[in-house]
């Protein structure tokens, strides 16, 4: 399951928010990946949500697969959308 996310946060993401990510992204059981300018990482990876750069306005792809898909993806959108 794919879904294409607009950020709609008032900064850019860094450390702090991107951690909470990475925690939010480590409590679903499906693979979470986020795909943005050709590049793929996972989501419960720190250092390579670090290499996205996350900022208001951009689009990202969550893509999620496996048992709670929809509930990953769900929390996730929440997360960059409020």
């Known amino acids: 399951m794919k879904r294409d996310v607009t950020i709609q946060?008032?900064?850019?993401?860094?450390?702090?928010?991107?951690a909470h990510l990475v925690q939010l992204a480590n409590q679903f059981d499906s693979r979470v990946y986020f795909?943005?300018?050709k590049k793929r990482v996972n989501a419960k990876s720190i250092m390579g949500?670090?290499?996205?750069?996350?900022s208001s306005g951009a689009t990202v792809t969550i893509d999620?697969?496996?048992?709670d898909e929809q509930k990953a993806i769900d929390a996730m959108t929440d997360f960059l959308t409020t």
């Open 9 to 18: 946060m008032s900064e850019s993401i860094e450390a702090t928010p991107i």
């Open 64 to 67: 999620a697969e496996g048992e």
């Open 49 to 54: 949500m670090m290499s996205l750069i996350l």
């Open 35 to 37: 795909e943005m300018d």
